[in-house]
């Protein structure tokens, strides 16, 4: 059975989104369950101005982009992508014909690395 965890990249990579610039309004977030100490992705809709509530017993850690949901972000922003399984095992993703290539373990970490290079590369252009 997969667990929400294996649907989205890791905690870390999506805090590296989310102080990138990435949009927070995805349909999974990453929490922090103050009664268990477990940190967990669970589904819910983060708009920049969600609060859990407090008898939750959780706290909001950050946005829990799917794969599907960093494809869509990107193809909003133009370019065409090719998407493939690597040779050496695990994902990569070509967006805007060599431009940006990821790699990742998985198609969600892959995406992941595609978009932080392209926040990246905008906050340098945009300089």
């Known amino acids: 059975m997969t ?22 309004d995805t349909a999974m977030v990453w929490t922090h369950s103050v009664y268990k100490g ?21 706290e909001l850690l950050c946005a829990a982009p799917t794969a599907g949901e960093m494809e869509e972000w990107l193809f909003t ?17 070509n967006w805007g014909i060599n431009l940006f290539i990821g790699n990742g373990k998985n198609l969600q970490s892959a995406y992941a690395d595609v978009v932080l290079q392209y926040l990246a590369w905008k906050k340098g252009v945009a300089k």
């Open 38 to 58: 477990d940190i967990v992705v669970t589904r819910d809709v983060y708009d920049g101005s969600y609060e859990l509530d407090e008898d939750d017993g959780l």
């Open 3 to 24: 667990s929400l965890e294996q649907l989205v990249p890791s905690l870390a990579l999506c805090q590296q989104l989310q102080k990138a610039g990435f949009p927070q």
């Open 77 to 93: 922003k133009g370019n065409e992508m090719i998407v493939g399984a690597s040779a050496g095992g695990g994902f990569n993703v």
